[in-house]
C-alpha cells in the first residue's frame, strides 16, 4: 500500500537557521513521483516540487534543496538559511494510483525573527 | 488564466442544511479533486473525476455528491449538512499526463453549526 510518513508534527527555528524536513514512503511502484507542496498561513497549497524516482540527484532551488534517497524511502526536504517567510505547513505526497495522490499529514515550520 | 477558482470563500451552515461549493478552472485540465482539510490534519480526498460525465468515490465521500458536466466544473454538494463537516475544502486539477502535480485553488472555509 501507497503510505506517507511525515513524523515532525512542528518545527521552530530561528532566522538564519537551517532546516531539515523529513518525508519516508512506502510504495509498491517500482517507478514513482514524489511531491511537496507548501501552505503558507494564507491558506492555498503551493506546488514546491516533483521528482522522478529514476533521479535520485540532490535538487536546489535557491534556499530550498531536496535530498531523494531510494534506499531509505525518503524525500527531505531543506531549507538553508530560513526567512519568516518560510513559515508553513509543508506537505509531501506520493500518488497512490495514476488518478490520485495520498499526502502526508504535513509539518508546520515556524520560523522566529 | 485565473487557474482554480473557488466560490465561496467562507460559509456558515446551520445543522440540515445544504449548500453547493462551486470550483471551476480554465486549464483545461481533465482531473479535477476535492479534497477536505481538518484542522491540523493533513487532506483527504472526497471525491474525483477524470473527465466529463465520470466521477468516482475518493477517501471519504459519505454526506456529499458531485457532478462533472463540462471540462470546467467540478461542483461539490453537502446534503443534510452535519458539524463534522466543519473543514477546508480544496478543489484541485491535474493535466493527467502522467506527471501528477496538482494545482489547487484557494479552499473555501465551511462552518456548520
Known amino acids: 500500500a501507497q503510505k506517507v510518513t511525515q513524523a515532525q508534527t512542528e518545527i521552530s527555528v530561528v532566522e538564519k537557521e537551517d532546516v531539515t524536513l523529513d518525508c519516508v514512503y512506502e510504495?509498491?511502484?517500482?517507478?514513482?513521483?514524489l511531491f511537496w507542496y507548501k501552505q503558507p498561513p494564507s491558506g492555498e497549497l503551493v506546488f514546491l516540487i516533483r521528482?522522478?524516482?529514476?533521479?535520485?540527484q540532490n535538487e536546489i532551488s535557491g534556499r530550498y534543496s531536496w535530498n531523494f534517497q531510494k534506499s531509505t524511502s525518503s524525500f527531505n526536504f531543506t531549507i538553508t538559511a530560513s526567512q519568516v517567510v518560510d513559515s508553513a505547513v509543508y506537505f509531501c505526497?506520493?500518488?497512490?494510483?495514476?488518478?490520485?495522490?495520498?499526502f502526508g499529514t504535513g509539518t508546520r515550520l515556524q520560523v522566529f525573527p | 488564466n485565473a487557474g482554480v477558482t473557488q466560490t465561496p470563500k467562507f460559509r456558515i451552515l446551520k445543522i440540515g442544511q445544504s449548500m453547493t461549493l462551486q470550483c471551476t478552472q480554465d486549464?483545461?485540465?481533465?482531473?479535477m479533486y476535492w479534497y477536505r482539510q481538518d484542522p491540523g490534519m493533513g487532506l483527504k480526498l472526497i471525491y474525483y473525476?477524470?473527465?466529463?460525465?465520470?466521477?468516482d468515490k475518493g477517501e471519504v465521500p459519505n454526506g456529499y455528491n458531485v457532478s462533472r458536466s463540462t471540462t470546467e466544473d467540478f461542483p461539490l454538494r453537502l446534503e443534510l449538512a452535519a458539524p463534522s463537516q466543519t473543514s477546508v475544502y480544496f478543489c484541485?486539477?491535474?493535466?493527467?499526463?502522467?506527471?501528477?502535480?496538482?494545482?489547487f485553488g484557494p479552499g473555501t472555509r465551511l462552518t456548520v453549526t
Open positions: 510504495t509498491r511502484d517500482t517507478t514513482y513521483y
Open positions: 486549464m483545461n485540465h481533465n482531473y
Open positions: 473525476s477524470v473527465g466529463a460525465g465520470i466521477t
Open positions: 484541485a486539477t491535474h493535466a493527467g499526463t502522467g506527471t501528477y502535480e496538482q494545482y
Open positions: 505526497a506520493l500518488p497512490e494510483s495514476p488518478d490520485k495522490l495520498i
Open positions: 521528482r522522478n524516482s529514476f533521479d535520485e
